[in-house]
């Protein structure tokens, strides 16, 4: 034969490439042969481009066809093996979709809150200011602070906006509004524009020029049926006309608002005044945007901010103490860095969920494949190829995988419904769905388990001498690496479980420690309810002061109120920041002491109504008025702080500013958790409503929460409120009705849902672990019964036998707990952060979780071990 | 045990290649490149037929019962070289007459409406 051309052996070469093996099998040879034929009588005939270019497309447009061809039969096939062994199947499908289903619905909440992008324009050039003090507390800017800022800042634009309430009246049922009051550059530095109609003008922040409103999508479409007409409409805003002069795109939150129950409906200019004293600095009410301009980099913005705040520290001394500083924090830290590192941990959980659920799996398979060892070799001998069988069971596990994932959707569905449920202040959850780019993700993952679970299987068959199974041989040689990959299959099961379960055990703990803090209140049966009492109508403060005092007058004297107060940041809700404070013998300066303290606004009867404990002296009574001598409550920790060892009932204390009055301490209450169950309570000074003055002259305090306490369910004195506040003053909307059961609920929302979750996966772990450990032991028995009936024919006991086959099925429990402790005590060191008064190396926990995988995993020995006793020696030497 | 009778239908309409591949072995056992050759000079050069469009045709009808392979033997009108000869099985001439037949019909209808002229008698 001729020695092949070069362009027969570029034919021969692509086909190779092209073609699945089966067919170059069959027809390999018969082509080249073929297109030699064909290229010498092109050769000579002058026509060897067009037998190229014919030969070329015939091959691009079989070669794939030929392959959808095989894949289509490996299908069907792997459809049939499914059918025929259903336990099997449901059992492998149930265990994949665990693991797919949990990693998509975490995949869908990580992408939703980490990747994607902020709904503001080049969102990586925006950040958001803090000021620092030196005891680490952080807060916004004053007035003056950010009109320096403005005037003096080059490398960043600066914006500023507050959080407020308004009350829409006239045209339906009144209603209260949350509001954001922004800078007139407040949506330029967003890099949001309106949807319709225009943006704030720079003059509408001068006070009286503010009379203009946005709208939020949301509120557009509710209130007035997304029509433009609603533009140049007149709204009345808490008594005042403003008019609508645009609406803002759908999704628009300002910062703080991303997971807030409460999401802004209006937009109102900010009234600054440009012309206030630039010495009072105190009042950091302003929470702060920066752009950065183009070409500025966000360390190089810090270093002009830090020039800055040093030059503050020397124009205005004695204002800024030492600690003091100014930072600039990305927003995408802003808004979501505090839960970064729980959603990547309960991440990674998921995806050691996956890993036990594929070593399950394999597991399964390759018990299967040994059971199938007589077909593959009945087949092979009938011509089928190692690669083509390998490729045969490859199919079957993406089959198999990709049958999971659509299992695993339905409870990727279910998780992330229960996330929105347990924790509906996690910013951005409600973005998480699913959505093409999930549901691909989870065909993708189905691909890469089905690589994962079917690899060891398919080697196993590569490796396969399947001549001996032809005769019934099983192929005795290869039993112990089979048994060895099973045992090591089984070891990284336990493993991963026992790090998922020590993960699980320290959420529960810390979860468990944080429910029991005292919030220093008693929530049972209390209902609060927030009303904002407009200015028009009530410019003054005795008139508002009135209001609340006749309301909860009206409230005590309805049927089923036990109690009635009210305040001005409610508990576990919201703080109203901290403010310095002189003690007697002091005298007040223009800096004021450098002495903060948290600050309250209480009614007479809010200690009583929520269960606050009084420690010493008395509370707030109706004749604490503004006529009366000013008086002040202090907390326990305050009181420890300040007067140790002395009573500081009859001390007289001021805060700092003008115009405040000094204060007699009246009485001492237990600390309350203001911010959270797990922040140590900080020292508190409690005003009466009546007396009080705000730091900035002629606020008045008129947002305030109700709290009632009923004697029976609190949720039924709804209708009451709303009752005894329309009898007041039909104008005013309440707001914001929830138990104060349901606030203590959402502040343990985010632990309830990461102890919840890590616990539900780590229960599946040790199902999964232990019902593997049950199936490869059993299987292990099988294969063993003859030479268990050879031991038991030569004298072995029933003790011996179980004790043989407890050490086959323990051996890799206990390697499995070791390697799994080693994994813990790496990994939980990262759960730091998540834990209330509890270490990441807690050894109870460490030693509780280890013994119970060890209890389950000796029980899943048992009853294989049992079942080897019951082997009749006659029977099993027969068999084999 | 009755014997299912052959439905040629469900393999109608044939491509091109296809009714030419099974009318090429109609008269007799072929190998590869005879298929070729005759098809090419059949249709005046309108149906050729690439190696890789052939083999994965013959491929489809071997396992769906149309041909059936038959020895390897060496063709004595082109090199020595031992080829692998093909056949037409019975199902496979019942699809091809089936198909013969239905162009017929089309032939036919076209006539009835002067598309085409009719066949002048011999």
Same mark, same amino acid.
């Given at each position: 034969?001729?020695?092949?051309?070069?362009?027969?052996?570029?034919?021969?070469?692509?086909?190779?490439?092209?073609?699945?093996?089966?067919?170059?099998?069959?027809?390999?040879?018969?082509?080249?042969?073929?297109?030699?034929?064909?290229?010498?009588?092109?050769?000579?005939?002058?026509?060897?481009?067009?037998?190229?270019?014919?030969?070329?497309?015939?091959?691009?447009?079989?070669?794939?066809?030929?392959?959808?061809?095989?894949?289509?039969?490996?299908?069907?096939?792997?459809?049939?093996?499914?059918?025929?062994?259903?336990?099997?199947?449901?059992?492998?499908?149930?265990?994949?979709?665990?693991?797919?289903?949990?990693?998509?619905?975490?995949?869908?909440?990580?992408?939703?809150?980490?990747?994607?992008?902020?709904?503001?324009?080049?969102?990586?050039?925006?950040?958001?200011?803090?000021?620092?003090?030196?005891?680490?507390?952080?807060?916004?800017?004053?007035?003056?602070?950010?009109?320096?800022?403005?005037?003096?800042?080059?490398?960043?634009?600066?914006?500023?906006?507050?959080?407020?309430?308004?009350?829409?009246?006239?045209?339906?049922?009144?209603?209260?509004?949350?509001?954001?009051?922004?800078?007139?550059?407040?949506?330029?530095?967003?890099?949001?524009?309106?949807?319709?109609?225009?943006?704030?003008?720079?003059?509408?922040?001068?006070?009286?020029?503010?009379?203009?409103?946005?709208?939020?999508?949301?509120?557009?479409?509710?209130?007035?049926?997304?029509?433009?007409?609603?533009?140049?409409?007149?709204?009345?805003?808490?008594?005042?006309?403003?008019?609508?002069?645009?609406?803002?795109?759908?999704?628009?939150?300002?910062?703080?608002?991303?997971?807030?129950?409460?999401?802004?409906?209006?937009?109102?200019?900010?009234?600054?005044?440009? %012309? /206030? !004293?630039?010495?009072? &600095?105190?009042?950091?009410?302003?929470?702060? #945007? @920066?752009? =950065?301009?183009?070409?500025?980099? +966000?360390?190089?913005?810090?270093?002009?901010?830090?020039?800055?705040?040093?030059?503050?520290?020397?124009?205005?001394?004695?204002?800024?103490?030492?600690?003091?500083?100014?930072?600039?924090?990305?927003?995408?830290?802003?808004?979501?860095?505090?839960?970064?590192?729980?959603?990547?941990?309960?991440?990674?959980?998921?995806?050691?969920?996956?890993?036990?659920?594929?070593?399950?799996?394999?597991?399964?398979?390759?018990?299967?494949?040994?059971?199938?060892?007589?077909?593959?070799?009945?087949?092979?001998?009938?011509?089928?190829?190692?690669?083509?069988?390998?490729?045969?069971?490859?199919?079957?596990?993406?089959?198999?995988?990709?049958?999971?994932?659509?299992?695993?959707?339905?409870?990727?569905?279910?998780?992330?419904?229960?996330?929105?449920? %347990? /924790? !509906?202040?996690?910013? &951005?959850?409600?973005?998480?769905?699913?959505? #093409? @780019?999930? =549901?691909?993700?989870?065909?993708? +993952?189905?691909?890469?388990?089905?690589?994962?679970?079917?690899?060891?299987?398919?080697?196993?068959?590569?490796?396969?001498?399947?001549?001996?199974?032809?005769?019934?041989?099983?192929?005795?040689?290869?039993?112990?690496?089979?048994?060895?990959?099973?045992?090591?299959?089984?070891?990284?099961?336990?493993?991963?479980?026992?790090?998922?379960?020590?993960?699980?055990?320290?959420?529960?703990?810390?979860?468990?420690?944080?429910?029991?803090?005292?919030?220093?209140?008693?929530?049972?049966?209390?209902?609060?309810?927030?009303?904002?009492?407009?200015?028009?109508?009530?410019?003054?403060?005795?008139?508002?002061?009135?209001?609340?005092?006749?309301?909860?007058?009206?409230?005590?004297?309805?049927?089923?109120?036990?109690?009635?107060?009210?305040?001005?940041?409610? !508990?576990?809700?919201?703080?109203?920041?901290?403010?310095?404070?002189? #003690?007697?013998?002091?005298?007040?300066?223009?800096?004021?002491?450098?002495?903060?303290?948290?600050?309250?606004?209480?009614?007479?009867?809010?200690?009583?109504?929520?269960?606050?404990?009084?420690?010493?002296?008395?509370?707030?009574?109706?004749?604490?008025?503004?006529?009366?001598?000013?008086?002040?409550?202090?907390?326990?920790?305050?009181?420890?702080?300040?007067?140790?060892?002395?009573?500081?009932?009859?001390?007289?204390?001021?805060?700092?500013?003008?115009?405040?009055?000094?204060?007699?301490?009246?009485?001492?209450?237990?600390?309350?958790?203001?911010?959270?169950?797990?922040?140590?309570?900080?020292?508190?000074?409690?005003?009466?409503?009546?007396?009080?003055?705000?730091?900035?002259?002629?606020?008045?305090?008129?947002?305030?929460?109700?709290?009632?306490?009923?004697?029976?369910?609190?949720?039924?004195?709804?209708?009451?409120?709303?009752?005894?506040?329309?009898?007041?003053?039909?104008?005013?909307?309440?707001?914001?009705?929830?138990?104060?059961?349901?606030?203590?609920?959402?502040?343990?929302?985010?632990?309830?849902?990461?102890?919840?979750?890590?616990?539900?996966?780590?229960?599946?772990?040790?199902?999964?672990?232990?019902?593997?450990?049950?199936?490869?032991?059993?299987?292990?028995?099988?294969?063993?019964?003859?030479?268990?009936?050879?031991?038991?024919?030569?004298?072995?006991?029933?003790?011996?036998?179980?004790?043989?086959?407890?050490?086959?099925?323990?051996?890799?429990?206990?390697?499995?707990?070791?390697?799994?402790?080693?994994?813990?005590?790496?990994?939980?060191?990262?759960?730091?952060?998540?834990?209330?008064?509890?270490?990441?190396?807690?050894?109870?926990?460490?030693?509780?979780?280890?013994?119970?995988?060890?209890?389950?995993?000796?029980?899943?020995?048992?009853?294989?071990?049992?079942?080897?006793?019951?082997?009749?020696?006659?029977?099993?030497?027969?068999?084999? | 045990?009755?014997?299912?009778?052959?439905?040629?239908?469900?393999?109608?309409?044939?491509?091109?290649?296809?009714?030419?591949?099974?009318?090429?072995?109609?008269?007799?056992?072929?190998?590869?490149?005879?298929?070729?050759?005759?098809?090419?000079?059949?249709?005046?050069?309108?149906?050729?037929?690439?190696?890789?469009?052939?083999?994965?045709?013959?491929?489809?009808?071997?396992?769906?019962?149309?041909?059936?392979?038959?020895?390897?033997?060496?063709?004595?009108?082109?090199?020595?070289?031992?080829?692998?000869?093909?056949?037409?099985?019975?199902?496979?001439?019942?699809?091809?007459?089936?198909?013969?037949?239905?162009?017929?019909?089309?032939?036919?209808?076209?006539?009835?409406?002067?598309?085409?002229?009719?066949?002048?008698?011999?």
């Amino acid at each position: 034969m001729d020695k092949d051309i070069p362009q027969v052996r570029l034919f021969r070469g692509l086909v190779r490439a092209l073609f699945p093996a089966d067919f170059r099998a069959g027809y390999e040879a018969e082509m080249t042969r073929t297109f030699r034929a064909q290229h010498r009588e092109a050769g000579a005939a002058g026509g060897v481009a067009r037998l190229w270019w014919e030969t070329l497309a015939g091959l691009v447009r079989t070669a794939p066809r030929e392959h959808l061809a095989q894949l289509r039969q490996d299908i069907v096939y792997a459809l049939r093996m499914m059918r025929r062994t259903p336990a099997f199947t449901a059992i492998a499908i149930l265990t994949l979709a665990t693991g797919i289903g949990a990693s998509t619905a975490l995949w869908s909440i990580v992408d939703a809150v980490l990747l994607r992008p902020l709904p503001y324009a080049h969102a990586e050039s925006l950040a958001v200011m803090w000021n620092h003090w030196a005891d680490n507390s952080q807060a916004g800017l004053s007035n003056p602070e950010l009109f320096d800022a403005r005037e003096r800042l080059r490398s960043f634009e600066v914006a500023a906006f507050t959080k407020g309430s308004a009350n829409l009246t006239g045209g339906g049922e009144p209603e209260r509004l949350v509001a954001t009051h922004l800078t007139a550059n407040g949506l330029s530095v967003l890099g949001v524009r309106p949807v319709v109609g225009r943006d704030f003008r720079a003059e509408e922040e001068l006070a009286g020029n503010g009379r203009v409103v946005l709208l939020t999508h949301g509120l557009w479409q509710r209130r007035f049926g997304g029509s433009r007409a609603v533009l140049g409409q007149t709204l009345t805003l808490n008594g005042e006309p403003h008019s609508v002069i645009g609406v803002l795109p759908a999704g628009f939150e300002v910062p703080n608002e991303f997971g807030a129950l409460q999401r802004s409906a209006v937009v109102l200019p900010i009234t600054l005044d440009p %012309a /206030a !004293p630039r010495h009072e &600095r105190g009042s950091h009410y302003l929470s702060t #945007l @920066a752009r =950065l301009r183009p070409g500025r980099s +966000l360390t190089a913005a810090q270093a002009e901010l830090d020039l800055l705040t040093r030059a503050f520290d020397r124009e205005y001394p004695g204002e800024y103490n030492a600690g003091y500083r100014a930072s600039l924090t990305p927003i995408r830290t802003e808004i979501v860095g505090p839960v970064r590192r729980p959603l990547l941990i309960l991440f990674g959980a998921v995806l050691l969920l996956l890993l036990i659920a594929c070593a399950n799996v394999a597991n399964l398979l390759l018990a299967r494949g040994a059971a199938r060892a007589k077909e593959i070799a009945v087949r092979q001998a009938t011509g089928a190829s190692p690669a083509r069988l390998v490729r045969q069971v490859l199919t079957e596990s993406l089959v198999l995988a990709l049958a999971a994932a659509v299992v695993g959707i339905g409870l990727a569905r279910a998780i992330l419904a229960l996330a929105a449920a %347990a /924790a !509906p202040n996690l910013p &951005r959850l409600d973005e998480a769905g699913l959505d #093409l @780019a999930v =549901l691909a993700f989870a065909a993708g +993952l189905a691909a890469l388990t089905a690589l994962a679970f079917g690899s060891l299987p398919a080697l196993q068959l590569a490796g396969r001498d399947t001549a001996p199974h032809l005769h019934g041989d099983r192929g005795g040689s290869r039993t112990a690496l089979r048994q060895g990959v099973r045992a090591a299959l089984v070891t990284a099961q336990i493993a991963l479980a026992l790090v998922l379960l020590v993960g699980a055990g320290l959420l529960i703990q810390s979860f468990a420690r944080l429910r029991q803090v005292p919030g220093g209140f008693n929530p049972d049966r209390v209902l609060t309810v927030l009303l904002s009492v407009p200015s028009s109508g009530y410019p003054e403060r005795e008139p508002v002061v009135r209001l609340f005092e006749r309301l909860l007058d009206g409230l005590r004297a309805s049927p089923g109120v036990v109690g009635a107060g009210a305040v001005a940041g409610l !508990p576990l809700q919201s703080g109203l920041g901290d403010w310095d404070f002189y #003690l007697e013998g002091e005298i007040p300066g223009p800096h004021g002491s450098n002495r903060p303290a948290d600050w309250q606004v209480v009614t007479p009867g809010y200690f009583e109504t929520l269960g606050i404990r009084r420690v010493r002296g008395r509370s707030f009574s109706p004749a604490d008025r503004a006529d009366a001598p000013a008086v002040a409550m202090i907390n326990e920790t305050l009181a420890r702080t300040i007067f140790a060892g002395r009573d500081p009932v009859g001390r007289q204390i001021r805060m700092s500013g003008e115009g405040q009055a000094w204060r007699t301490i009246v009485g001492v209450v237990a600390d309350v958790r203001q911010d959270a169950l797990d922040a140590p309570p900080m020292p508190e000074i409690y005003m009466p409503h009546a007396q009080f003055l705000s730091f900035r002259p002629g606020m008045i305090m008129r947002t305030l929460t109700v709290v009632v306490r009923a004697s029976g369910d609190a949720a039924a004195l709804t209708n009451t409120v709303r009752q005894q506040v329309r009898a007041l003053d039909p104008g005013l909307p309440i707001s914001t009705v929830t138990t104060m059961d349901e606030v203590v609920a959402r502040s343990l929302a985010e632990p309830r849902l990461h102890s919840l979750l890590l616990g539900f996966f780590a229960a599946v772990a040790l199902v999964l672990a232990v019902v593997g450990t049950y199936g490869v032991l059993a299987y292990q028995v099988t294969e063993r019964t003859r030479e268990i009936g050879l031991r038991q024919a030569l004298g072995a006991k029933a003790g011996d036998i179980q004790k043989m086959v407890l050490r086959q099925g323990m051996g890799p429990a206990l390697a499995g707990v070791a390697v799994g402790l080693g994994g813990a005590l790496l990994l939980t060191r990262l759960l730091a952060t998540q834990l209330f008064e509890v270490a990441p190396l807690d050894p109870t926990t460490f030693a509780a979780t280890s013994a119970i995988l060890l209890a389950a995993a000796l029980l899943a020995c048992f009853l294989p071990a049992r079942r080897a006793t019951g082997v009749e020696p006659s029977t099993a030497l027969r068999a084999g | 045990m009755v014997k299912r009778r052959f439905d040629p239908e469900p393999y109608l309409p044939l491509t091109p290649p296809m009714f030419q591949l099974l009318l090429a072995l109609a008269d007799g056992d072929k190998h590869g490149y005879a298929i070729i050759k005759e098809v090419e000079r059949r249709t005046a050069g309108k149906v050729r037929l690439s190696a890789g469009t052939l083999y994965a045709l013959i491929r489809r009808f071997v396992n769906e019962g149309l041909i059936v392979e038959c020895d390897e033997r060496p063709d004595p009108a082109l090199d020595d070289e031992r080829r692998r000869y093909y056949r037409l099985a019975d199902n496979g001439r019942e699809v091809a007459a089936a198909e013969a037949r239905r162009m017929e019909e089309a032939v036919g209808h076209a006539r009835a409406k002067l598309l085409l002229p009719k066949p002048r008698p011999a």
